[in-house]
């Protein structure tokens, strides 16, 4: 298991910009890809971005193409996501999650993941 912790969060207008973090502990944080998911107000949980174990490879969902850039520094055990004009619909709890194995494939499902942070609160006011 490994220990992540988001931040970032917060309140920005339409259009603005946020970088959320996400510090790992714990197992090899090198050696597992890791994504980004986010959960707005009554609604499931939804599958952002994910990033490859050395960075190299990543997807988006269509939503935040563009938009989003996930990113990741392996010395410092930290993934990042740049969010980009930033519309209201981006309005959500952001988790990060570590994939419950190794290798690299397409994960989009939560069931992927078996570590979670806690999430960080993104607002995008209009």
């Known amino acids: 298991q490994v220990q992540l912790v988001e931040s970032g969060g917060g309140l920005v207008q339409a259009g603005g910009s946020l970088r959320l973090s996400c510090a790992a502990s714990?197992?090899?944080?090198?050696?597992?890809?890791m994504g980004w998911f986010r959960q707005a107000s009554g609604k499931e949980r939804e599958f952002v971005a994910a990033?490859?174990?050395?960075?190299?490879?990543?997807f988006y969902t269509d939503s935040v193409k563009g938009r989003f850039t996930v990113s990741r520094e392996n010395a410092k055990n930290t993934v990042y996501l740049q969010m980009n004009s930033l519309k209201p619909e981006d309005t959500a709890v952001y988790f990060c999650?570590?994939?419950?194995?190794?290798?690299?494939?397409?994960?989009?499902?939560?069931?992927?993941?078996?570590?979670w942070g806690q999430g960080t609160q993104v607002t995008v006011s209009s």
């Open positions: 999650a570590t994939a419950a194995t190794t290798g690299w494939r397409y994960r989009s499902q939560p069931h992927e993941y078996d570590s």
């Open positions: 714990g197992r090899t944080f090198s050696m597992y890809a």
């Open positions: 990033i490859n174990w050395s960075g190299g490879s990543t």
